[in-house]
């Protein structure tokens, strides 16, 4: 029986300590002679999170402006050969149909800007393709009132065209006084404004203006019409 130091006895018997547990071999060396190691685990796949694929085809944290680079964006060539015809057509027209000086008081005559236009023309195509082939692409629409998820307004759009195409057919038959008010006034009800009155009073003003402008200020003479001998 085991008595207690503090009564005079001898103190109690201990057992032994606990021997260290010598460290188990790892599935490395568990493994037999010439099979292939086994990757180390790590937090990720401790955690259960599946790892990310590594390879040629991971598309995973890759740089926008380097996959532009590899898929430019081929519809915008469409603009470059637009750029192109114009250019080519604006300097064919200088140099074939435009006459030239006629007075003195203008010596430099009416080709040297068409043509330089067109040459610029040319040379922004230029660049522009070398942007679109180095993977060059223009920002996507942003604003608080733009929801770039909706359908195009097919309706408003044909509504705009049809403004535009009734002022051609009517300009030299009614005017531009006449034709410019409905062109006015149908772009304005094309765009969601309902102020018919107001709007037909404001397209009035602005065809009025607009005549005057070009005839006293330019010196071009718009045609006037059925109203021609009142304006």
Not at 1 to 4: A, E, F, G, N, P
């Given at each position: 029986?085991?008595?207690?130091p503090d009564r005079g006895g001898d103190p109690p ?219």
């Open positions: 029986m085991t008595t207690r018997s201990r057992p032994p300590g606990v021997p260290a547990i010598p460290a188990q071999p790892g599935p490395e060396a568990a493994a037999p002679p010439g099979a292939a190691p086994t990757p180390p685990v790590t937090a990720d796949a401790a955690a259960g999170a599946e790892p990310t694929p590594e390879g040629p085809g991971t598309t995973a944290g890759t740089d926008p402006e380097a996959d532009a680079a590899r898929h430019p964006d081929r519809a915008q060539y469409g603009v470059v050969a637009f750029l192109v015809l114009v250019g080519g057509f604006v300097i064919f027209d200088a140099t074939t149909r435009v006459g030239s000086a006629i007075n003195t008081a203008d010596p430099i005559g009416p080709k040297p800007v068409p043509i330089l236009l067109g040459v610029l023309l040319l040379v922004i195509a230029v660049i522009y393709a070398v942007d679109v082939a180095r993977g060059g692409a223009g920002e996507p629409e942003a604003g608080e009132d733009v929801d770039l998820s909706l359908p195009i307004d097919w309706r408003t759009v044909l509504l705009l065209v049809g403004a535009f195409l009734v002022n051609a057919v009517l300009i030299d038959r009614l005017g531009w006084v006449i034709s410019g008010t409905i062109l006015f006034w149908g772009s304005a009800y094309a765009l969601g404004n309902r102020h018919y009155v107001r709007n037909l009073l404001i397209a009035v003003a602005l065809s009025l203006i607009t005549f005057y402008t070009f005839a006293i200020g330019l010196g071009v003479d718009l045609p006037a019409g059925v109203l021609q001998g009142i304006l």
